[in-house]
């Protein structure tokens, strides 16, 4: 069974010919072969997905919603719409059924698959060769120098990396939540490539959830250790060592091993003050176009920014007017919603009159469509880079730059290890300082946007049914099942730091918005969230169903690999109604 449906041509240097009239003098096929160090570390720049798997987690989480379906928000008047969607997948993704249709796209499960494939075939030439070398002790016929074996080391390390990471995203998406050693050794993980593909059809095996991440946690130890910055000209665009580092954290934290995720998140900030590595891009005020706040937020020069990532998407288009997009409970939930520390940062919708809490920062950041009546988007970590093929024909393609690993995401992930590790003190001071970085410099924008306080979290996230609350609801406070889904001798929730924790969901649900992350954490928390799609049909995600793992492509369960296990999707009937936004109005007090 094919793993990836492209082929990789390797190499980067030509053998010359010594006579172009024997046809026997010719190279049989168009590959070339990978010589000296300076092929392997050019290879590895195509190393790294180049689709965008925001689309499948987004559309299957609560970040999305689906305008043509009803709405009680206030002001909305029973208003819905009659959109189309930009890929007939949209529908099925959103759905949480199993995708067959416009899989060529990028954005696609499909597209997904077969790129982490396609970076893990070149991870296995350069590691191939690596292997070669080290064994000869010679490169072009001479022996390996003290450089030479440092920057081997080096290439070594990043292309062990790369097929860690690629692995792991197919896990998140393609397998059920890690669910401990004992239960996830009865799950399908999937195929774990460590060799290059040599024959024509070779066939592969999905092994065990526990074997998948057995080997992922092989290949990041084997690798972390090498990872060097020497020899890299933008170190932001591959494994460097912070990005390395919050990888390690990422991965421990699915694994519930919170010691490990509090060593690796220190050492990703390498002995810098957090403070002085966060986003600044909340404090400008100068930006012109939407392109401009991208560029900014998505910068290398941003300390924040530990790993960018490059790839082919659509995901922008989706919210210039489509069916799917970040609206109503969604959009109220993440970037135009109550939070602890501004829930008295009040707004009204100019058009309906609606009434709702925004955190200041997110002013003059966020664009629209349709006057914001078909949702809205935070356009620093998703927008649109298009590369013009032919200007006059106005064709190309679409790119996107997406902020891989980024000191925010380390900073919660510090905060949750620490919170299940009894340091409660220490995890409330990575939360107030993610809290103090959407704070303006300038105090006149900030408009009742405060200091966090513990009191505010203990009371913004318990449950209680207070009509006079800003907050009424959006799913912001949701029912943790991470016990069920990983049980733990040694770690469980509490009553004393659930609060804590819905914080940090809460903050990272801001953090990831549009990059697909909040799709892996209902996986991981064990979240049961529902979708309305259309007038009437409600679509539920119970906690650990069957569909929190995305069906693998059509064509490779066809070419012989084994299907995730799927129940009859759930529907019921839904209510009514949309809202229909325009310009937001701050209140005064």
């Not at 972390?224 to 912070?242: C, D, G, R, S, W």
């Not at 995720?261 to 900030?269: G, H, L, S, T």
Request: proline share 4%; with cysteine.
């Amino acid at each position: 069974m094919k793993l990836r449906y492209k082929i990789l041509f390797i190499a980067v240097a030509l053998i010359g010919l010594s006579s172009c009239k024997d046809f026997l003098d010719k190279v049989p096929d168009t590959r070339v072969y990978l010589v000296n160090l300076d092929q392997l570390q050019q290879l590895l720049v195509t190393g790294y997905m180049d689709s965008n798997y925001a689309l499948v987690g987004e559309l299957s989480s609560d970040n999305v919603i689906d305008n043509n379906s009803p709405s009680n928000m206030q002001g909305s008047e029973g208003v819905r719409y009659h959109l189309s969607f930009y890929s007939q997948a949209d529908e099925q993704v959103y759905a949480w059924q199993d995708v067959d249709l416009d899989i060529s796209s990028s954005d696609t499960p499909s597209g997904v698959w077969n790129s982490c494939y396609g970076a893990i075939a070149c991870a296995n030439a350069v590691l191939d060769k690596v292997a070669e070398f080290e064994e000869t002790g010679m490169i072009e016929g001479e022996p390996m120098s003290t450089a030479d074996k440092a920057r081997l080391n080096a290439i070594k390390g990043e292309a062990l990396m790369i097929r860690a990471y690629h692995h792991f995203i197919l896990a998140q998406i393609f397998c059920m939540p890690y669910r401990g050693e004992s239960i996830s050794a009865t799950l399908p993980g999937v195929p774990y490539a460590t060799d290059p593909e040599t024959t024509l059809d070779p066939k592969y095996d999905r092994g065990t959830l526990l074997e998948t991440y057995q080997k992922i946690e092989a290949d990041l130890l084997a690798g972390l250790p090498l990872i060097t910055e020497e020899y890299y000209e933008v170190p932001k665009y591959h494994f460097n060592i912070a990005s390395s580092n919050a990888f390690a954290a990422r991965f421990y934290l699915i694994k519930r091993e919170y010691d490990k995720v509090v060593e690796y998140c220190n050492k990703a900030f390498k002995g810098n003050d957090p403070a002085t590595m966060l986003n600044d891009g909340w404090w400008q005020d100068d930006f012109y176009y939407i392109s401009d706040i991208g560029r900014y937020f998505t910068s290398v020069d941003r300390p924040s920014n530990f790993q960018l990532f490059t790839n082919y998407s659509t995901w922008w288009r989706r919210f210039l007017g489509y069916r799917f997009t970040c609206n109503r409970d969604a959009k109220r939930g993440t970037i135009q919603g109550p939070g602890p520390s501004w829930q008295r940062c009040s707004y009204q919708n100019s058009k309906t009159k609606e009434k709702f809490a925004m955190m200041p920062c997110f002013n003059g950041v966020c664009g629209s469509a349709g006057g914001q009546e078909y949702g809205a988007f935070f356009a620093g970590n998703c927008f649109e880079q298009f590369e013009y093929t032919d200007k006059i024909s106005g064709i190309g393609y679409c790119h996107e730059i997406r902020p891989e690993f980024t000191s925010e995401e380390v900073l919660l992930m510090r905060a949750e290890a620490n919170l299940f590790l009894g340091n409660i003190d220490a995890a409330f001071d990575d939360l107030y300082l993610w809290n103090s970085e959407h704070i303006s410099s300038d105090e006149s924008l900030n408009y009742n946007h405060v200091n966090l306080t513990k009191d505010q979290i203990l009371t913004f996230y318990s449950y209680y049914d207070d009509p006079e609350r800003i907050d009424p609801g959006y799913n912001i406070v949701m029912k943790f099942n991470i016990d069920e889904v990983c049980p733990s001798d040694k770690y469980h929730l509490t009553n004393e730091i659930e609060p804590y924790l819905q914080c940090v969901q809460h903050f990272r649900r801001i953090q990831f918005v549009h990059l697909g992350n909040r799709w892996f954490d209902i996986k991981r928390y064990g979240f049961s969230i529902k979708h309305q799609m259309g007038i009437s049909d409600v679509y539920t995600l119970e906690v650990l169903d069957p569909r929190y793992a995305i069906q693998i492509p059509n064509e490779v369960i066809g070419a012989g690999l084994e299907p995730n296990s799927r129940v009859t999707t759930n529907k019921a009937e839904g209510s009514a109604v949309a809202v229909s936004s325009s310009e937001n109005v701050r209140i005064s007090d």
